[in-house]
């Protein structure tokens, strides 16, 4: 049984990438109006760049069965080598929380999921039972209003230590980690709570999203994302790739040219790390 953590490394030694690309179609943006062919066509211009693929649920799930249709032919056209991350946001709790996690897992065959931590570990355990997938906890998202609850200064019931929302949802991930499959998402907006929750977690994946279109700094996310070898830095980027040109004859060739250049860029910010 091969681990989502090993096939995400493998994915990237092979791509030497750090890059995840999110397929969020966007009717207004897109040069095509065939969902599944447009995205088809991102993945056969990028699956040499890229360390795993992000589609998100809302934007296929807004299209009703139609939607769902084009999601499942999205998964069949990506290379089997490289992971798949449903950003679903999950979270509930008894039987609603298994038949998510048998849903994106078992129905989708997602190698990852994205979850919420609100309702605590139990909301959470169907998806951590799942020992050979990721699950990747909202910790510090990338949206403004992140603040609004992830700020709050928290103080634990078991050792009385205040610290924000989000570093102890860190620290109880690394708990739930049992299995060496749980991950974090942390927005690329947000670089100095990068760091912080990297310090905290110093092995775990983090997915981060908010690179491009979010206007995320690229090189502080790399250089605060990675591990002490480089590693486990999953850097999204969905419509600054996707939607790289409107044409529909060169919308793929662009969006492979935008993706190269970010992969470069990461590994520039990598290669200056390792000779520091």
């Known amino acids: 049984m091969v681990s989502f953590a090993e096939k995400l490394l493998a994915a990237s030694k092979k791509n030497k990438s750090l890059l995840c ?27 040499d760049l890229v360390c ?18 084009a999601l499942r032919k999205t998964i069949q056209a990506i290379p089997s080598h490289i992971p798949v991350i449903g950003d679903a946001k999950r979270g509930d709790i008894g039987n609603t929380a298994e038949f998510y996690a048998k849903a994106m897992f078992d129905v989708w065959n997602f190698d990852a999921v994205t979850v919420s ?12 039972a799942r020992e050979d997938r990721g699950v990747f906890v909202l910790c510090r998202t990338s949206n403004p209003g992140a603040r609004d609850f992830q700020d709050l200064l928290v103080t634990s019931q078991y050792d009385r230590t205040t610290m924000p929302l989000y570093e102890r949802v ?12 749980v991950g974090l998402v942390i927005g690329a907006t947000y670089p100095d709570e990068l ?5 905290l977690c110093p092995d775990m994946p983090i997915l981060i999203p908010g690179v491009g279109a979010q206007s995320g700094d690229l090189e502080r996310v ?13 850097i999204n980027a969905s419509r600054g ?32 790390l390792q000779k520091a």
Not at 57 to 67: A, D, I, L, Q
Not at 117 to 128: I, S, T
Not at 195 to 199: F, G, H, L, Q
Not at 222 to 234: D, F, K, L
């Open 21 to 47: 690309v999110g397929l969020d179609p966007d009717p207004e943006l897109m040069p095509l109006r065939d969902i599944a062919a447009f995205n088809t066509a991102i993945i056969e211009a990028t699956s």
């Open 195 to 199: 760091k912080r929750v990297r310090d």
């Open 222 to 234: 790399v250089r605060n994302g990675v591990t002490a070898r480089g590693e486990y830095a999953i």
């Open 52 to 69: 795993a693929y992000k589609p998100n649920m809302g934007f296929y799930e807004g299209f009703g069965p139609e939607g769902l249709e």
């Open 241 to 272: 790739v996707t939607y790289a040109s409107k044409d529909a004859k060169n919308f793929a060739a662009a969006a492979r040219e935008q993706a190269m250049r970010l992969r470069d860029r990461m590994n520039l910010e990598l290669q200056q």
């Open 117 to 128: 931590p609100y309702l605590g570990r139990d909301a959470v355990e169907p998806f951590l």
């Open 170 to 181: 860190a620290m109880e991930c690394a708990a739930w980690n049992e299995h060496g499959n």
